[in-house]
């Protein structure tokens, strides 16, 4: 099911940030030790009781500077574009201030669900002007301290308060692949190459698609769905520029999708936003597949000479594979789909336990991990506890030995014995008399 969305709105020093990491404290990444992926995100997915919502920031809303009074606005739509509730942080302490009744505005205009959130509420001297609030005109209203963990849950209680219950959905069979990456890729046009129709508009102006689409279509007989995500809304290159908000709006897209199909403009190259997104799908344990989209021209040695280039760029997606084509000529187009279902068969790969645990001794008896205080790690054994993406829980003697380097080093033995091209595994270490 595609989750719902929360924005935090605010401006400079409410406490935005406190918020965001408190809310997501939960979360951890398969890629948060992964050198080259940024650490700076404004989204990420909570959790809460049987509830999932996406959790964005916006960054801090200032007029002071007139210049900047567009940057402003643009941040603003792209919260109010995608959000479903809206959480405007405001210090009481302070009192109301031109960035708040400018907010306010903006707020009121969108007709979007928005909840007042008095932020810094530690004592009856950090409640001096709140009441003046109220006269902003909005109807929810709730008292936190981000930083001290007060009203946290009942922050959350009015959050999902509407948000239907997280389920997975099992009944839709068919296989559900994204086409995601920046603006003016090529993302429609390959996917109209890949359903043999121009049924998507094609443009160059980057932003032509405005929402995800989902197109159904029929591949040796057996139906897929293409979700087409959608860029950037067409709002002039000042909108276009601030392409962190832009990944927002692949997000709801890759919940849903079982393969991700990373498009990389080979004329343009690649770029930190490429980066970004191929962090997002990655983080929600999708298959991907690295598409090097206008190859027009075909080279062996220019393939090659690319290909080392996306391995150095993207060392944190060593098992995706990577298909050069050209979706407007449509040139090699008949490679993507064959790549498509083996990373998905890879995804469902389930390896037995005993074939696990050969690997893995093998591995160990190889290269023991190394010691740590006079205590080394000891791998009891190994299975294989779920799919989508695979994930192997270890049961070993002390968890907190298990250094970032041994990790990667038993993925990759993994790896070297089972086909687990496209997908990314996740590996968790449990002491054996953990339950």
Known sequence: MSLKTVALVGKPNVGKSTLFNKLAHEKISIIEDTP???RDRIYTEVDYLDYKFNLIDTGGIDISDDNFNRVI???????????????????TKESISANDRYLANMLHKSGKRVIIVFNKIDNKESEIHKFDYYELGFQEFVEISAEHSIGISELLDLIVRDFPKYEKEESDSRIKFSVIGRPNVGKSSLVNAIIGSDKLIVSDVAGTTRDAVDTVFKYDNKEY??????????????????????????????????????????????????????????????????????????????????????????QFLPFAPIVFLSALLKKRIHLLMPEILRVYENTLRHISTSVLNEIISEAYNLNNPPSYKGRRLKIYYVA???????????????????????????????RENIELTGTPIILKFKNRSQK
């Open 384 to 414: 294989c506890e779920d799919v989508k993406p695979p994930k192997f829980v270890f049961y070993v003697n002390n968890k907190n030995l298990v250094h970032f380097s041994y990790y990667r080093y038993l993925e990759n033995k993994l």
């Open 36 to 38: 080259g992926v940024t």
């Open 225 to 314: 769905v293409v979700i087409d995500t959608a860029g950037i809304r067409k709002r002039g290159k000042i909108y276009e520029n601030i392409e962190k908000y832009s990944l927002l709006r692949s997000l709801k897209a890759i919940d849903r999708s079982d393969v991700c199909l990373l498009v990389i403009d080979y004329k343009v190259g690649i770029i930190e936003y490429d980066k970004h997104i191929a962090a997002m799908a990655l983080e929600k344990g999708k298959a991907i597949i690295i598409v090097v989209n206008k190859f027009d021209d075909y080279s062996e040695s220019l393939k090659k000479e690319f290909t080392k280039l996306i391995r150095a760029e993207f």
């Open 73 to 91: 606005e643009i941040q603003v739509n792209i919260a109010i574009d995608e959000a479903d509730v809206i959480l405007f942080l405001v210090d």
